[in-house]
């Protein structure tokens, strides 16, 4: 393959890539206006019931099993309680880069560039698994 | 942890001081580009007391706000390769599970002092702007295999690049993601130095990839902090508001902002909170 073939290839490429890019960019600070405002909800509402009760965080707990794993944030949050809101808000923060992830898996799909369909198909297993069973230690 | 008897704030106080520290933080973080990840630890666990689980954990989740708030101006330039971006993240993906893992085992004080030399460093790499390299001309082997190779635009149209020594940039960007998940931070330092110093990457093109793979790097090990339990959402929440805000108001002042003196500034602020982080660690304080 010569220079010029190179070229040409990288430049059809990043024409298509382009207008994709955009709309995931556009897409990813929705997510995160979103998450921001998940958080902040929760975070007023759970100022307005404990505002007055003093600060902890010098010695180290850790959080209680229903703001640790994905489905009983949820339910937390379903449940409207306000710590289970800005967990939940914090997870869409988290699923933002994700969701990039498996839109470049679809991406790549579309260009029909196998190999990378593949490679990023194992970088979305890996946060998958910190999500689900990472839990370590 | 000096200030532990003098400072008894209820949740309303606590969380106010925290969003504004965290605004501060993610406006300088915004202007210098050095991003407000690396004095939010410092902050919460010098200034305020926090266990530095807790701090890094609240970090990390400001780290993937500001990666995922940015990502609209950075894709609209066209810079980044997403084939580069998506294959090293494999390194840093990995980089960061083993670091987080490693963060669950470390004594915290073992933690800070690490924390206080990564934060020496990013202090020095701000100061002092590397030499922009010259531009990989040459192919290389593996770069062709993998097709990173790549073109971004130039006032004088498209212009092709080769990326080079893709073991070593690989075998960095590893390291990138274990300070990542060690210690709640985008190691944008360490990324720009495995792309710019060992793969020849032009530096548009490094920068805009290395803030995709900042949010990615991070969400992997949010994910076990989470699930660990490291994630306050008590804290967490005026840290990633604030730090957004932050950021936000940073990128609108920029055009106007005395840059290189700020970068100055902010440096030596970093490197006063380095030497800290490292003499409260040896003392076993934090």
Redesign the interface.
């Known amino acids: 393959m010569t ?1 010029a073939d ?2 040409a290839a ?2 059809g490429g ?1 024409a298509d ?2 207008s994709v ?2 709309f ?3 897409l ?2 929705w ?2 206006l979103l ?2 405002l998940v ?2 909800v ?2 007023v509402w ?2 307005a019931e ?6 902890n ?4 707990r ?3 099993a229903e ?3 994905v489905s009983q944030i949820a339910h937390q949050a379903m449940a409207l309680r306000p ?1 289970g809101l ?2 939940f808000g ?2 869409l ?2 699923a ?3 969701a ?2 498996l839109f ?1 898996v679809l ?1 790549f799909a579309l260009e029909r ?1 196998w ?2 369909v593949l ?2 198909l ?2 979305l297993a ?2 998958v ?3 689900t069973s ?4 | 942890m000096r200030n ?1 008897e003098l400072l ?8 106010l001081v925290v969003a504004l520290g965290s605004f501060a933080a993610g406006m300088l973080g915004s202007l210098t580009g050095l991003g407000g990840g690396v004095v939010i630890v410092p902050l ?1 666990t010098l200034a ?4 530095i ?2 701090a890094i954990g609240a970090s990390l ?1 400001s780290v ?2 500001t ?3 940015a ?6 330039e ?1 810079y ?1 390769n ?2 580069v971006g ?2 090293l ?2 390194a840093t ?2 980089g960061a ?1 083993c670091g ?2 490693l963060a ?2 470390l004594h915290t004080s073992i933690i800070a002092i690490v924390f206080g030399v990564v934060l020496l460093y990013s202090a020095y790499a701000s100061t002092h702007t590397l030499a922009d390299p010259p531009v990989g001309m040459v192919p290389d082997r593996i770069a062709t295999m ?2 990173l ?3 971004y635009p130039t006032s004088d149209g ?1 212009k ?1 690049y080769h990326v080079r020594h893709v073991p070593l940039g690989f075998g960095l960007m590893y390291v990138a993601g274990v300070l990542s998940g060690l210690l709640g931070i985008g190691s944008g330092a360490v990324k720009v130095l495995a792309m710019d110093q060992a793969m020849k990457i032009p530096f548009k093109v490094s920068t805009t990839t290395s803030n ?1 793979m900042i ?2 790097t ?7 902090y ?13 840290v ?2 604030g730090v ?1 805000a932050g950021a936000l108001v940073g990128a609108k002042i920029l055009p106007g902002a005395k840059v290189r003196t700020l970068r100055i500034v902010f440096g030596v602020v970093i490197a006063a909170l380095a030497i800290e982080m490292i003499f409260q660690g040896v003392r076993g304080k934090l």
């Open positions: 220079d190179s070229g990288a430049v990043k890539d382009k890019e955009i995931l960019g556009k990813l600070r997510g995160v998450a921001a958080v902040f929760g975070g759970f100022l404990s505002y007055d009760v003093p600060e965080y010098r010695n180290f850790g959080e209680p703001l640790r794993a710590l800005i967990q914090l997870l923060l988290i933002t880069p994700v990039r992830v470049s991406g560039d190999m990378y490679l990023t194992l970088v890996l946060l698994y910190t999500l990472g839990s370590g230690v | 532990r008894p704030l209820n949740t309303l106080e606590f969380t919460l305020l007391g926090v266990d689980r807790y989740v993937i706000a990666s995922s708030g990502a609209a101006a950075y894709l609209r066209g980044s997403m084939r998506m294959f993240e494999i993906t990995v599970v987080a893992f669950g085992y993998l097709r190779d790549g073109s498209l092709s995709f949010g990615v991070a969400a992997a090990s949010a994910g076990i989470l699930r660990r339990g490291y994630i306050d959402p008590g804290l967490a929440m005026p990633m508001l957004l």
